[in-house]
């Protein structure tokens, strides 16, 4: 059974980078044709997907995000990290994270998702 959770700090200051790891249990990170991304969804508002780092070790961001955007992975560890720099209480949201067999998820929760964790962007 696949699982992943959500960790880091739940309140980040204006133009501050947040950074976010999801820990993957019961799959390795590297396993062929797998993808593994982050999603948010801000309050009032629906999922967005923000970029995937694949079985390889190659990454793919949203256009709109990838300026301020970098994933990278520890294998030994078999996490992920999200970092997203400059960010603004635009960014508050729930953070997800998630694998699925293309770069670009489905953008429907399902048992391959995290529970997602709370971010708030304010000083």
């Known amino acids: 059974q696949v699982q992943l959770q959500e960790s880091g700090p739940g309140l980040v200051k204006p133009s501050q980078t947040l950074s976010l790891t999801c820990t993957v249990s019961?799959?390795?990170?590297?396993?062929?044709?797998?993808?593994w991304s982050w999603i948010r969804q801000p309050p009032g508002k629906g999922l967005e997907w923000m970029g995937t780092?694949?079985?390889?070790?190659?990454?793919y961001y949203s256009p709109s995000l990838k300026s301020r955007t970098l994933i990278f992975r520890d294998v030994s560890r078999n996490q992920f990290t999200l970092q997203l720099s400059s960010v603004t209480p635009e960014d508050t949201a729930v953070y997800y994270c998630?694998?699925?067999?293309?770069?670009?998820?489905?953008?429907?929760?399902?048992?391959?998702w995290g529970q997602g964790t709370q971010v708030t962007v304010s000083s």
């Open positions: 998630a694998r699925d067999q293309a770069v670009r998820p489905s953008l429907v929760k399902n048992d391959y």
């Open positions: 019961g799959d390795s990170i590297t396993t062929n044709y797998y993808y």
């Open positions: 780092i694949a079985y390889s070790g190659a990454t």
